[in-house]
């Protein structure tokens, strides 16, 4: 389709960016450490590490993956663990070695973990000593399984007595850590020991080489590894960069990270800030808010990212009131759409609008986002950024007009090329004539801003009539005793399906009859609620705070199974 989103771009931001400025990753994330070396690189749980020691650190990291593991280029490295420092040291070791990152949520069960494992064909692994039970479990069941194990405690890069007592109250006040027993299991820093006298080898990188196998959510299936290329991240720095050029700063920025970088969209935002210059804010349990407030008031930052449910914790929490959020320059989302209430909260507490972005594992993420200079809540996922493409097409990969809901399609350097060792599943996302199929419904209007109506797969479909779940979940979560909402579809006998909310009280008196009157001042016949179920327990959700429907329609699935099928009234 025509780029008509261009018109409405910025008079700052070019429709293209040169993704061709360096050759690899790798180059971009070294170029950052000599230009900014003795600036704050990470902080973590009070303690920071400049550019200077995070090149001197990784360069030790990579001269022991090559020389006394001897392992070459392409070989895959697997990083288990949360936000720690010890984070950017060993994924910029690994790219610096040639080396390709696998990055795994560290609350894998042991199937899930065993899997990603299996699937990579990961030579190494560097886990947090707090997950080494769960990979002990996979070794012992695949003891053919021929992998390296690099172990980490959490307060290894912490200043030496601060270290050695976080270790200790980690291990043995707050019992954190199972017991576990991996045989030649080397330590971090001996790693890193053994590294620093010896020399790296200058690996040759292109845009082609593989810099992430960054690994699905498995909502549709078995998690699928989507190769990210140099290419791939380098273009999606460059776009992102170039979006967000007018406002910051190289050098002056802080960036808070609550979101865990083994996840897509943290990782990319990590590596446009490192690329700037910027001080990032790690944090590693941002479920303790109380925790994740402090670091807020310790740090003058200028840069947020998170996600809805994320931005609402925070919001609701009485601490944040005494959260200094002057110096606030953007405040990022992604994962999940942002529910207007949270908007315009956020705005009124902050004075900063939350700039929604849109984007999926397999474009490293990001291919939409807001423009900076937005001045209120949009409900869209915003414009395509420079050098991306973006279509909405219909099933047979015919183009719709504007205002159609079809399925969002994506082309652009940031696109992977493949999934690993999946030929039938990139044959299934990508079109003949190469748009990648996100799985998205959604539409775009005539100014090009694009906006999502909800997934294929959660799509409710009542009598014929398409309902979409975000919808529903934004108009319930306007009632101010509503604290939590998700919208699934119910099996109907007449119907199909009916909308279900499964709705977590912030007010204890809400009733059934209040919301259901709510929401027939906002939604048709068709779209109306017929059951209401209450949790007391938070809703089911993702590593990165996105409420899981799935979960909630097998558990309705199989108390319906349990039970005599009931039509609804």
Partial sequence: MEAIWLKHYPPTIPAEVDVHQFASLRDMLLRSCQRFGELPAYSNMGSSMTYAELDRSSRDFAAYLQRTLGLRKGDRVAIMMPNLLQYPVALLGVLRAGLVVVNVN?????????????????????????????????????????????????????????????????????HMVPAWKIAGATELNT?????????????????????????????TGVAKGAVLTHGNLVANVQQMTAWMARDLVEGKEVFVCPLPLYHVYALTSCLVFMKMGAHTVLVTNPRDIKAYIHDLKKYPFTIIIGVNTLYRALLDAPEFAEVDTRALKLTSAGGMAVQRVVAERWKQRTG??????????????????????????????????????????????????????????????????????????????????????????????????????DRKKDMIVVSGFKVFPNQIEDVVSLHPGVAEVAAIGEPDDRSGEVVKIVVVKKDPALTEQALLEHCRQHVTGYKMPKIVEFRTEPLPKSNIGKILRRELRHAAATANAASPAVGSA
């Fill in 106 to 174: 560290p609350q894998y069960t042991v199937p899930e973990l065993e899997h990603q494992l299996k699937d990579s064909g990961a030579a190494a692994i560097v886990v947090l000593e707090n997950f080494a039970h769960t990979l002990q479990q996979v070794l012992d069941k695949n003891p053919t399984l021929n992998l390296v194990v690099i172990t980490t405690e959490v307060g290894d890069m912490l200043p030496v007595v601060k270290g050695l007592l976080t270790n200790v109250v980690v291990k043995y006040v707050k």
């Fill in 191 to 219: 790693a890193l020991l053994a590294g620093r006298g010896q020399d790296v080898e200058d690996v040759p990188l292109t845009h082609d080489d593989m810099a992430f196998l960054q690994y699905t959510g498995g909502t």
């Fill in 352 to 453: 900063v609008d939350i700039i929604e972005g849109y984007g999926l594992t397999e474009t490293s993420p990001v291919v939409m986002a807001s423009p900076l200079d937005i001045t209120q809540w949009t409900g869209t996922i915003g414009l395509p950024i420079p050098s991306t493409q973006a279509a909405i097409l219909d099933d047979d990969g015919h183009e719709l007009a504007a205002g159609e809901v079809g399925e969002i399609c994506i082309r652009g350097p940031q696109v992977m090329p493949r999934y690993w060792n999946r030929p039938d599943e990139t044959d299934k996302v990508f079109t003949h004539d190469g748009w990648l199929r996100t799985g998205d419904m959604g539409f775009v209007d005539e100014r090009g801003y694009f906006r999502i109506t």
